[in-house]
Nanobody
Framework: VQLQASGGGLVQAGDSLRLSCAASGRTFSRYYMGWFRQAPGKEREFVARISWSGGSTYYVDSVKGRFTISRDNAKNTVYLQMNSLKPEDTAVYYC????????????????WGQGTQVTVSS
């Protein structure tokens, strides 16, 4: 599976962005998908994940109520809708794929996209 993330940009605090992650391959629907982010000087951290069917999602506490992960298996795409953005959300955002349900650690994800920069100004 090859992943291509897009949709990042420079926004102001309180604005919204929607990230997309397009996947190649016919087996996309078999994978759980996750979003991670990495701020300068910090480790890559888990943000959200979604089950293969889209029926189950999980978020890190810092984005609950503001971010929504979704997927469209017909389009081989997973999304991250980010609302009420804060300066501390500034990071490079990565999408990733795994076969492990419940995965939140980077080593549990097999395939990674190249990352898209999100910058939130105050």
């Amino acid at each position: 599976v090859q992943l291509q993330a897009s949709g990042g940009g420079l926004v102001q605090a309180g604005d919204s962005l929607r990230l997309s992650c397009a996947a190649s391959g016919r087996t996309f629907s078999r994978y759980y998908m996750g979003w991670f982010r990495q701020a300068p000087g910090k480790e890559r951290e888990f943000v959200a994940r979604i089950s293969w069917s889209g029926g189950s999602t999980y978020y890190v506490d810092s984005v609950k109520g503001r971010f929504t992960i979704s997927r469209d298996n017909a389009k081989n795409t997973v999304y991250l809708q980010m609302n009420s953005l804060k300066p501390e959300d500034t990071a490079v955002y990565y999408c990733a794929a795994t076969t492990y349900p419940g995965a939140t650690m980077t080593y549990e994800y097999v395939y990674w996209g190249q990352g898209t920069q999100v910058t939130v100004s105050s």
